[in-house]
């Protein structure tokens, strides 16, 4: 979600104007789902072929996601505080 709130924000306050701008959002929510859809009618249409590797790829996310999480809350926390601090004595 962080990435496209960013993007979101610099398309509306960068961006060319409305149609364009449109645009560039739809375009933008087109290539964050294509992977989930893509994956997704591999798992309708070829589910023998894979299911092996998502399977795989399900345990690989499980034991990383505490992890990552960690890490992703750490470093926007990080950057929330540092950007507090900068409004704050700036």
């Known amino acids: 979600m962080l ?3 960013a993007a979101l924000g610099l398309i509306g306050t960068q961006g060319p104007g409305w149609p ?10 087109l290539v964050m789902i294509l992977p989930a859809l893509v994956l997704t009618a591999a798992r309708v249409f070829a589910s023998r072929l894979v299911e092996r590797p998502l399977s795989r790829l399900d ?10 999480t960690a890490w992703v809350v750490g470093i926007v926390g990080f ?9 704050l004595w700036g």
């Open 3 to 5: 990435p496209y709130l």
């Open 59 to 68: 345990g690989w996310l499980t034991r990383n996601a505490a992890s990552t």
């Open 79 to 87: 950057l929330v505080a540092r950007d507090a601090i900068g409004r």
């Open 20 to 29: 364009t701008s449109g645009l560039w959002v739809l375009g933008y929510c």
